[in-house]
């Protein structure tokens, strides 16, 4: 019964590139689905993939397809470059390839506590039958409270290296009350003490990962201890992700090293003077650098000029490359994000202008564009600064006769 159910899809090939998709029937796996859709948008989508959806139980998070039945009959999808396929990337100077960076959300409202040890979830059913029936805890063993801490420090860094106390507290909050038999008897919130254990497995989780050469983590440390007890303190200057940055300090691809990727770089530059440059070619290049561009902000020079910056990355100045930066750093699309804020904000930054100026005409209520227009136009106006170079007006007329000339 389920193969017959229609389908309703908005399937995202690119980061600002959706398309409406419907099916009679619902394919019977996911590999069918691929399928379908590559056959849909070929040749834009001729290579491997993996499918994304936004699962409705944890607030449209993206979670990965790996069971046709999880997909709702109206979803939104988005297309991830499989990794095995990213090596052997189309030279096309034409094909603009999605990105796909190392995270793929920042921090849920809704922490989603991971998968155990066939053990320890075997323990916890258990336990959490027990306490449903009559109220007793659970006793772990000192292994399979280990294994609890491990997964979940896993887990938290999928999303964050160095998560805020109220994430901590988030995320020992979720793992209560999935598993309610691990309260902790005689505590008023019944998670405070595996906050605490969290906090410091992340900590030992994040030592792990700097010597095995993860940057995000490897560059806050050789601070102060004991063979250095001249170096600064190692709770001081951590070098850490802002609220809305998911890839803050990603490694570099494999097989690359800053000399490769420094060539790339010049590439770059070089292909950005042309006068008839290839936005394909500087989009690739543009993903492939960004680790090294995250390591000269962050790690090398952190207090450089944007304008000394701009010179090294002049494809920053390009449109298309600075919302494709913004998503590679936040994995949130510039235009939509912008244009929501917009839409937001334009009623009260128009009663604004009124309550600043009289009234004399009638807005149109009925036109989102001239909405923005207004909201837009009269930013400057409001904060009384040159509007020249803030807005640029299109003479239609005049550019088109020009063109065809």
């Known amino acids: 019964m389920a193969e017959s159910q229609k389908l309703l899809l908005r399937v995202y090939i690119a980061p600002d590139i959706a398309h409406k998709m419907t099916l ?23 290579f491997d993939f993996n499918l994304q959806y936004e699962d409705p139980d944890f607030g449209g998070q993206l979670c990965f397809l790996t069971d046709i039945s999880e997909l709702p009959e109206k979803a939104v999808l988005k297309v991830h470059r499989s990794e095995t396929d990213a090596g052997s990337a189309s030279t096309s100077d034409t094909e ?8 793929l959300q920042s921090w849920p409202d809704v922490f989603p506590v991971p998968q155990f040890s066939y053990d320890v979830e075997h323990s916890l059913n258990g336990g959490n039958m027990a306490y449903q029936n009559s109220g007793k805890f659970l006793k772990l063993t000192k292994g399979q409270k280990h294994d609890i801490l491990e997964n979940m420090a896993k887990a938290m860094h999928s999303f964050k290296a160095y998560p805020s106390d109220k994430e901590v507290a988030k995320a020992a909050e979720a793992l209560i009350s999935k598993h309610p038999c691990l309260t902790e008897p005689g505590s008023q919130c019944g998670w405070y003490g595996w906050k605490t254990s969290l906090k410091f497995k992340m900590g030992n989780f994040r030592t792990k990962l700097s010597r095995s050469g993860c940057e995000e983590v490897a560059v806050n440390s050789g601070k102060r201890s004991k063979n250095n007890p001249e170096s600064e303190s190692p709770h001081s200057n951590i070098k850490r992700a802002r609220r809305a940055e998911v890839n803050y300090l990603p490694n ?9 990727l420094e060539q790339q770089r010049l590439q770059i530059v ?18 492939s650098t960004f680790a090294l561009r995250r390591k000269q902000i962050v790690v090398d020079n952190p207090s450089q000029a944007v304008k000394e910056f701009l010179e090294k990355w002049p494809a920053l100045r390009l449109e298309s490359q600075i919302a494709a930066e913004f998503h590679r750093i936040t994995n949130i699309s510039l235009k939509n994000k912008f ?49 020249s170079v803030f807005f640029k007006m299109w003479n239609v007329g005049f550019y088109t006769s020009q063109l065809n000339f």
């Open 96 to 103: 603009i390839l999605p990105y796909a960076p190392e995270r």
């Open 24 to 46: 009679s029937t619902r394919p019977s796996t996911v590999e069918e689905l691929i399928t379908v859709i590559k056959e849909k948008f070929r040749p834009r989508l001729d």
């Open 252 to 260: 570099f691809p494999k097989g690359e090293s800053a000399e490769s």
């Open 270 to 287: 070089e292909e950005v003077s042309k006068t008839e440059r290839s936005l394909g070619l500087i989009e690739r290049l543009m993903q």
């Open 339 to 387: 244009y929501a804020e917009l839409d937001n904000h334009t009623p009260r930054l128009i009663a604004v202008y009124r309550q600043k100026a009289a009234r004399t005409g009638k807005a149109d209520h009925y036109d989102i564009n001239n909405r923005r227009t207004v909201a837009l136009r009269a930013l400057p106006v409001y904060f009384r600064e040159d509007d």
